[in-house]
């Protein structure tokens, strides 16, 4: 045995030794050309190719390494035996991940890599304008050579894709509105958001089936049309109008097309934007996947239609209701708000709206017909939806979210009177659903007061069109027997002087008094 560890002893003496002269002979220069030489001489014999990811590249964030960690997560949380847990900002959902060091299989058409997530303490820190982490990580990516095109091209494109779609479902959709005054927040955005938590869906949306349907198809064709607008040269957006009375669902329409979707809401503020400019800058601030709303656009600026100006340009400063007219004369003193006609218009359909991809533009209005043509035609407004009075399709909707009735709970006489009397009331889904919550605790009494309602509105429209009817019969009265009076004194010459003409008026108006005195 002590000749065991002798022989041990004198091996090492050699080795040192040995890598004494050797560092001697061979400089730092010349050992590191030999094993760079010996390193691309395995290469050149491995079946494999290898990818580095790194979490930082340079200063700034790698999104790369983002999008595979979002990916690996759901095939880590099957397969994996350890697993880190998160929960990002604003997020519903527990994200998990790849552990330290720890490695997975993928495939993707019939191509195997493999996923390794490497960590390493980071070397001391030189000065940084930036704070580094304090361990180095990233994702190392084998392949084989073979498959290097389908790994680099493909592969990786299905990552990012993937990881967006998990990063929607797990992130809670945002509601952003424009900074007060076009100020920016500490990260340099006009943009300030918070959580959109509206429970909007057109499931629950008071409107006729077969229109909803239309609706939820054409958005659907939008999502999915990214190869159907790039083959026919169109910018990947599309427009929506919404019209109708005051408390019709516009705001829910919106609220559920995004929920739908699974796209942010920018909720556009026209009135605190002063300049075109300032406009396009908001715009080129906003994600794809998003709706970009103005809501009641005909009294949030002074766009009226140009038809009704006695001044019909194409490029007019607009203001807020109530300065002073339209034009924009105290906009350089006062502040005040000079976007133009043309700037809107660019912003819906022009080169700035294009800066992004699939958006949505969705304009809400009571009352169509103060816009402009210009502003409604297609291209810019793609599909106008009239939000209309409640019809017997939405009330049984609202009867089933208010107080879980479907149509064989209710009584078919009840829904009979309550089908006869629908159309005549003209009442909002706001106002139905008003009474329904105010006596959601008894059910069968709140379709009976909600009967009662509806037949009151009723009446009172009928006796409306009744007076507004016999005002108009009038009307026409009196405009006939002006049209006689202009006939008689078209007739003049041939019957007589004007004198002789005047005096016949005269006594027909006073035969006309005297009967009617006769009636009083």
Known sequence: MKEVWTTLASMMGVWAFSQSILQVV??????????????????????????????????NTNELYNAVQLYLSSYACVTGNRLSLTRGLNSSNITFGLSNNDSLIDAFNGVKVHWEHVVTPRNSQTFSWRPLPEEKRGFLLRAKKKDKSVVLGAYLDFVMEKANEIRRKNQDRLLYTNSRGGSLDSRGHPWESVPFKHPSTFETL??????????????????????????????????YLLYGPPGTGKSSMIAAMANFLGYDIYDLELTEVHTNSELRKLLMKTSSKSIIVIEDIDCSINLTNRKNNSSSSSSYNVSPPGSGGVGGSNSEDGGGNTITLSGLLNFTDGLWS???????????????????????????????????????????????????????DVEKELLDQLEQVMWRAEMTPADISEVLIKNRRNKDKAVWELLEALKTRAERNDNKSNNNAGKSKENNTIEDEEQVKRALLVESPKEGSGDELQEKCDKEKGHEVNDDEKVL
């Open 206 to 239: 008071a409107m006729d089936p077969q229109k909803k349907a239309e609706i939820m198809a054409d958005l659907l064709d939008f999502a999915n049309g990214e190869s159907f607008y790039q083959r026919t040269g169109r910018a990947w957006k599309r427009g």
């Open 26 to 59: 061979f400089p730092p220069e010349i050992r590191f050309a030999i094993l760079k030489i010996i390193h691309r001489i395995c290469n050149w014999f491995s079946a494999y190719c290898y990818y580095d990811i790194t979490e930082i590249d340079g200063v």
């Open 354 to 408: 294009c800066c992004g991809s699939e958006r949505i533009f969705v304009f809400t209005t009571n009352h169509i017909e103060k816009l402009d043509p210009a502003l409604l035609r297609s291209g810019r407004m793609d599909m106008h939806i009239h939000m209309s009075y409640s019809s017997f399709a939405a009330l049984k909707i609202l009867l089933k979210n208010y107080l879980g009735y479907s149509e064989d």
